[in-house]
Each structure stands twice: as structure tokens, then as C-alpha cells.
């Protein structure tokens, strides 16, 4: 089945300084990606969808100045948190889907992520 | 908009109880996709099942099973003689029936199966 590979599984930086995680699909071509994030104890919400090739298009509320993502290859998504901090922390995932007839979300295992 | 509530947030049985985790939703599209997915604690989201609006036929997979009704736009889920590995933040989920559509999450509940 398809499969959504989602890297470091967890980081721990310090306030100021940039991370990136990345997200690959393995045997699917991922038109369109999704990145949520979840706060302890919480839902996940959607911070922002992209598709491959265009600019991201930002939830509200989720700034996009400091959630860079790119969606530049059909297997490859980048989420990059500038300038961390410590409200940051969170477990980020991100959701890939496939071709036309793809009415599927595959998820990667998530990013825990700790600003110190 | 389009809105999936979870009023349990939190539920605790004991093993071999049978549990239902109830999943409300609201959506103006006719044409949608209803979401189970579980998540343990090490937080990957394990699918469960997807259901298209078409389809309000129940299902059963081995010990889990899955009630939609229309009628009341509800989507729960039963999980029979529950054991210790069931443990885990349950979400339901709703999406358009169209491509590159976000899921929407419920509030998510959080089993606990007692030995």
C-alpha cells in the first residue's frame, strides 16, 4: 500500500533556530499534501494544503512566513519551522494524496517537535 | 462548514467490555467521505475505515464495526470485546468527496482498556 515517509520522527532545537521535516511518499506520486499539527491532548488541525509545483494555501491563523513548505517534486514535501519557539512544540504529520482517482489520505508517522 | 464532534473525550472499560465511540457530523455536501482512524500513543494515525456518504450499509471487521446513519449524521464505532491493545485516541473524520479536500478531525476520544 502506499506509503508516506516522514523525517526526524523527533528534534529538539533551541528557540531561534530553524528545523525542517520532510515528507517523501515511496511508491505514490503526491499531488497534494497536507501538514497538521497537534497540541497535547488535542485534535489535529490543518496548518496548511500544497500541491505539487504551487504555493501552499495557509489555514488562517497559521503564518506563513514562519511555516515554510514546499511541495517541489511529486515525492517530496518540506515543512520548515523558522525561528522556533518554545509555543512551537508540537507533533507535526503530514497527509499525502495521490493521482485522480485518490480519495485517500496516507499519513507519515509524525514529528515531535521540542523548542527548548 | 464542516464540523465532526466527538462528545466523549474520554472513555474507560474494562477488557472484554464492548465500547461505542459516538461521531456526530455536519457538512452541506451531499457527497463526502466519513474517517475512523486510531491513534496510539507512539502518535502515528493507524487507518481504520473510510466510508463514502453512498454507502450507509454497516461494517463489520473482525471486532470493530461501524454504524452510519444518515438520518441522525452520525458515523460510530464499536469495538466488541475489547482488549488492552485497543488503548489508544480514537479520531473520526470528514472530507468532501473532491480531490486535494482537507480532512476535518473530531475533538478525538481516548480509550482506555483496563485488564
Known amino acids: 500500500g502506499a506509503v508516506v515517509s516522514q523525517h526526524p520522527s523527533w528534534v529538539i532545537c533551541k528557540s531561534g533556530t530553524s528545523v525542517k521535516i520532510e515528507c517523501r511518499s515511496l511508491?505514490?506520486?503526491?499531488?497534494?499534501m497536507f501538514w497538521y499539527r497537534q497540541f497535547p491532548k488535542q485534535s489535529l488541525m490543518l496548518m496548511a494544503t500544497?500541491?505539487?509545483?504551487?504555493?501552499?494555501?495557509?489555514e488562517q491563523g497559521v503564518e506563513k512566513d514562519k511555516f515554510l513548505i514546499n511541495h517541489a517534486s511529486l515525492t517530496l514535501s518540506t515543512l520548515t519551522v523558522t525561528s522556533a519557539h518554545p509555543e512551537d512544540s508540537s507533533f507535526y504529520i503530514c497527509?499525502?494524496?495521490?493521482?485522480?482517482?485518490?480519495?485517500?489520505?496516507?499519513f507519515g508517522s509524525g514529528t515531535r517537535l521540542t523548542v527548548v | 462548514a464542516q464540523k465532526v464532534t466527538q462528545a466523549q473525550t474520554e472513555i474507560s472499560v474494562v477488557e472484554k467490555e464492548d465500547v461505542t465511540l459516538d461521531c456526530v457530523y455536519e457538512?452541506?455536501?451531499?457527497?463526502?467521505?466519513l474517517f475512523w482512524y486510531k491513534q496510539p500513543p507512539s502518535g502515528e494515525l493507524v487507518f481504520l475505515i473510510r466510508?463514502?456518504?453512498?454507502?450507509?450499509q454497516n461494517e463489520i471487521s473482525g471486532r470493530y464495526s461501524w454504524n452510519f446513519q444518515k438520518s441522525t449524521s452520525s458515523f460510530n464505532f464499536t469495538i466488541t470485546a475489547s482488549q488492552v491493545v485497543d488503548s489508544a485516541v480514537y479520531f473520526c473524520?470528514?472530507?468532501?468527496?473532491?480531490?486535494?479536500?482537507?480532512?476535518?478531525f473530531g475533538q478525538g476520544t481516548r480509550l482506555t482498556i483496563n485488564p
Open positions: 511508491d505514490f506520486q503526491a499531488t497534494t
Open positions: 466510508r463514502n456518504s453512498f454507502d450507509e
Open positions: 500544497s500541491n505539487e509545483g504551487s504555493k501552499a494555501t495557509y
Open positions: 497527509s499525502a494524496q495521490g493521482g485522480v482517482y485518490d480519495y485517500g489520505y496516507t
Open positions: 457538512t452541506r455536501d451531499t457527497t463526502y467521505y
Open positions: 473524520a470528514l472530507s468532501e468527496a473532491r480531490r486535494a479536500q482537507k480532512l476535518v
